[in-house]
């Protein structure tokens, strides 16, 4: 079965691989310290810091294996300078004519996506539909809750 590739700018791979060292060094040092702690209180059947502090140790441990797996299997999107069409890095103004609204995102992989910042991910339906289009075009999105039109007026 072949792996999983997931694509990735050089900055968002980079953020990755430190913060897998992190989880892996500090904040895993940080939990067992609040496990020994807890341990310290006495009984462990009715002590909920550390039931607290083992759920969160699991959850950071799921989360170094996940995020290894995913670096391990990254694909480094190089920055090309092509202003032409839609790819992986690019930023994008599109114009909602439905709403009459504009729009800057930055097409992302999708360990680097960040709604708040407008990242979106090369797999979202917007950033799907994006990709490999140029400036003046019209693309469909195919979103959960139905159809609708971006034009794209902008690469940068």
């Known amino acids: ?23 892996q060094t500090v904040k895993r040092q940080e939990i067992v310290e ?3 702690e807890a341990r310290s209180h006495g009984d462990l059947s009715e ?9 969160e140790q699991a959850a950071n441990e799921g989360e170094i294996v996940e995020l290894d797996y995913k670096i391990k299997n990254a694909v480094i ?6 202003h032409e069409t839609v790819h992986v890095g690019s930023k994008v103004k ?5 709403f ?12 680097e996506a ?3 910042e407008n990242k979106i991910s090369n797999e979202s339906p917007v950033g799907a539909a994006l990709l490999r289009h140029k400036v003046g075009e019209t693309v469909k999105v195919q979103a959960p809750d ?8 902008e690469i940068f």
Do not use: C, F, S
């Open 100 to 111: 009459d609204e504009e729009e800057v995102y930055e097409i992302t992989g999708t360990l």
């Open 146 to 153: 139905g159809e609708y039109k971006l034009q794209i007026r």
């Open 1 to 23: 079965m072949a792996e999983q590739q997931y694509i990735m700018t050089k900055k968002g791979y980079d953020e990755a691989v430190e913060k897998l060292k992190y989880l």
């Open 47 to 55: 002590n909920a810091e550390y039931d607290a502090a083992r759920n």
């Open 77 to 82: 999107q190089e920055e090309n300078g092509d």
């Open 94 to 98: 599109v114009y909602d004519p439905e």
């Open 34 to 36: 609040r496990i020994a």
């Open 114 to 116: 960040n709604a708040m």
